[in-house]
């Protein structure tokens, strides 16, 4: 049963950058079957997606994000991050990381979610 | 890139069926058989119940069904149970890799 864990600091200042990692256990983030996804949701909000990343490193990402994003993928340790830059109040949500299983099912398995706040 | 619309709220007795609506345009639902439904209960992390429009994974009720008409998906619940009352969310592929979510709708259970 494969299994996703996010982690990374749960306060950032405005204008500094987010980043978060998430490790994927009881399965291989080298597959070529799937992408792994980062999912927001800003509180008592709805989902937003935000973007996705294949093991070879190719990324798609939310357009409206696109501009302050970057994510990454470590095969050796199994882990992919996401860095979100110049963050505001705005970007305080819980972010979820999840798997895609390409052109079949998206987000069939998720991460608990970790709550990052942008204060000062 | 706007979010799908779905209702603020349904409710529903134990037994009952209810139907949540997912409406979109002709860029996301309307073109794409690739819809999911997310059932999220209260400080937990969205399960996947319906994908590709009206599959179930493994371990999801036979109580939910997913269905599409042009831009809009659907998802029913036959025979509420209080256990179902949650927030659900749909999904829709919008082309060029990209995802969009609906809006989400709380069931309660009466």
Same mark, same amino acid.
């Given at each position: ?120 | ?9 349904? /409710? $529903? ?11 979109? @345009?002709? =860029?996301?639902?309307? %073109? ?25 994974? /493994? $371990? ?11 831009? @809009?998906? =659907?998802?029913?619940? %036959? ?32």
């Amino acid at each position: 049963q494969v299994q996703l864990q996010e982690s990374g600091p749960g306060l950032v200042k405005p204008s500094q950058t987010l980043s978060l990692t998430c490790t994927v256990s009881g399965g291989s983030i080298s597959s070529a079957t799937y992408y792994w996804s980062w999912i927001r949701q800003h509180p008592g909000k709805g989902l937003e997606w935000i973007g996705f990343i294949y093991y070879s490193g190719g990324t798609y990402y939310n357009p409206s994000l696109k501009s302050r994003l970057t994510m990454s993928v470590d095969t050796s340790k199994n882990q992919f991050s996401l860095k979100l830059s110049s963050v505001t109040a705005a970007d305080t949500a819980v972010y979820y990381c999840a798997r895609d299983q390409i052109g079949v099912v998206p987000f069939d398995y998720w991460g608990q979610g970790t709550l990052v706040t942008v204060s000062s | 890139q706007s979010a799908l619309t779905q209702p603020a709220s349904v /409710s $529903g007795s134990p037994g009952q069926s209810i139907t949540i609506s997912c409406t979109g @345009t002709s =860029s996301n639902v309307g %073109s794409y058989k690739l819809v999911s439904w997310y059932q999220q209960h209260p400080g937990k992390a969205p399960k996947l119940m319906i994908y590709e429009g009206s599959k179930r994974p /493994s $371990g999801v009720s036979n109580r939910f069904s997913g269905s599409k008409s042009d831009n @809009t998906a =659907s998802l029913t619940i %036959s025979g509420l149970q209080a256990e179902d009352e949650a927030d659900y969310y749909c999904c829709s592929y919008a082309g060029s890799s990209t995802w969009v979510f609906g809006g989400g709708t709380k069931l309660t259970v009466l």
